[in-house]
């Protein structure tokens, strides 16, 4: 038998397209990684490197997941997201759109993680309104993610930019005074206290 190699973006690898429950043949995974054979991959979907894929998880789109990604339970994913790093999503969370999730993040529940979200570091998630993005803003009009970890504090993302709350007011006051963009990030973090004072006490899903 012929080996097949793909080109993921590196150089070719030893790779296969992925046989659905269906029957149907599904995307390209690198015979580094592991997909078991209930897992749904759409034909355009690409997973490479040492990710792992168990159970009733069903991937579509162009969606691309990758390193050490571990991905289980009844996990939906599409559109154009990617899982890499060392990523762990389970239980009933669905990722779309152009979200990126990687570092070390934990996503659980029935988690909804969408737009242009892009979550990292360590951070715990279980309920979708852990997770909220602002856009456009910023110089580039850029989306800014912000998660309420699972811990009690509160993760500003943009760009390159990932820290707590401290580290991203220091960031904006780095600005000069009068900058358009620091009042513009000032306000959000206004926003984002009056939101966590309003969400303290409140643990039911």
């Not at 571990?70 to 060392?86: E, K, L, P, T, Y």
Request: hydrophobic content about 40%.
């Amino acid at each position: 038998m012929v080996e097949q190699t793909f080109d993921f973006g590196y150089g070719p690898v030893p790779a296969h397209r992925h046989r659905n429950p269906d029957g149907s043949e599904g995307g390209w995974v690198a015979e580094t990684a592991r997909v078991a054979e209930t897992v749904y991959v759409g034909k355009d979907a690409r997973i490479w490197g040492n990710a792992r894929i168990f159970d009733n998880v069903r991937i579509s789109g162009n969606v691309r997941i990758c390193d050490n990604a571990q991905i289980s339970d009844d996990v939906r994913i599409f559109g154009n997201a990617q899982i890499f790093g060392n990523a762990r999503i389970c239980d009933n969370a669905q990722i779309w759109d152009n979200a990126w999730i990687f570092g070390n993040a934990r996503i659980s529940g029935k988690t909804r993680i969408f737009g242009n979200a892009w979550i990292r570091g360590s951070v715990k998630i279980s309920r979708t309104e852990q997770v909220l993005t602002i856009a456009p803003i910023g110089s580039g009009g850029a989306t800014l993610t912000v998660v309420f970890d699972g811990d009690g504090e509160i993760y500003f993302g943009r760009g390159c930019f990932w820290g707590t709350l401290a580290e991203f007011r220091e960031a904006v006051e780095r600005k000069p005074e009068g900058d358009k963009h620091r009042e513009i990030y000032s306000f959000a973090i206004e926003f984002i206290q009056k939101i966590r004072q309003f969400k303290r006490g409140d643990n039911n899903d």
